[in-house]
């Protein structure tokens, strides 16, 4: 999978979805009925922006189940202002 940066100014970005990114992307605008792509990256952030202490939750299956990023996603602690786990 892959998202790649275009041209990114402070204002500004422009990003590539290709491969499987672009899969899920597409999945995901269908699954959820969105009407465009711009829909759904706009659920999506608001979704991550308003999370409570950066915990998200999904139901699944009848139960609830956290949602991380995996560590290959995230900068190292040193490197985090807010850091891991706060």
Known sequence: MAIKPGAVTSETGEFKFDNGDFAALNALVELWGFKDYESALKF???????????????EQNGSHALLTPGENLLKPPSENRRGQGD
């Not at 999506?44 to 999904?58: C, E, P, Q, T």
């Open 44 to 58: 999506a952030m608001a979704a991550l922006l308003k999370a409570d202490n950066r915990r998200l939750y999904i």
